[in-house]
């Protein structure tokens, strides 16, 4: 699967479960860690975790795995990684405070 498809299905999945403010940021030119991080907030832990549950959902259905995961249970932040892909998903606390968007600046957001 071309890794801007995968990036589609991610944000479209995210948006599904309503989620706030998703950004696509390409870090390919100046990260080794993925191509792409994309970035969202949903107003409480069950929205954070539907949002992430629906992402592994409709990728799982194409049979893209992620490799790892982070902050599930607590729900405030949860990290997907999907090798190429960084997905990031906080409370609206969460995001505000980490500020990746100011952290990778250098990337480019693109449009979905």
Same mark, same amino acid.
């Given at each position: 699967?071309?890794? +801007?498809?995968?990036?589609?299905? @991610?944000?479209?999945?995210?948006?599904?479960?309503?989620?706030?403010?998703? +950004?696509?940021?390409?870090?390919?030119? @100046?990260?080794?860690?993925?191509?792409?991080?994309?970035?969202?907030?949903?107003?409480?832990?069950?929205?954070?975790? /539907?949002?992430?549950?629906?992402?592994?959902?409709?990728?799982?259905?194409?049979?893209?795995?992620?490799?790892?995961?982070?902050?599930?249970?607590?729900?405030?932040?949860?990290?997907?990684?999907?090798?190429?892909?960084?997905?990031?998903?906080?409370?609206?606390?969460?995001?505000?405070?980490? /500020?990746?968007?100011?952290?990778?600046?250098?990337?480019?957001? @693109?449009?979905?």
């Amino acid at each position: 699967m071309d890794v +801007k498809e995968k990036v589609k299905i @991610i944000v479209d999945a995210l948006n599904d479960k309503k989620g706030i403010d998703v +950004k696509v940021i390409d870090i390919s030119k @100046i990260s080794v860690v993925a191509d792409y991080f994309i970035i969202a907030s949903g107003t409480n832990k069950n929205q954070v975790q /539907a949002m992430t549950d629906n992402v592994e959902e409709e990728l799982a259905k194409l049979k893209v795995h992620r490799n790892h995961v982070e902050g599930y249970n607590s729900g405030d932040w949860i990290l997907m990684d999907y090798d190429d892909v960084i997905i990031h998903v906080f409370n609206e606390e969460h995001r505000l405070f980490y /500020a990746l968007e100011k952290i990778w600046r250098d990337g480019e957001v @693109i449009e979905f």
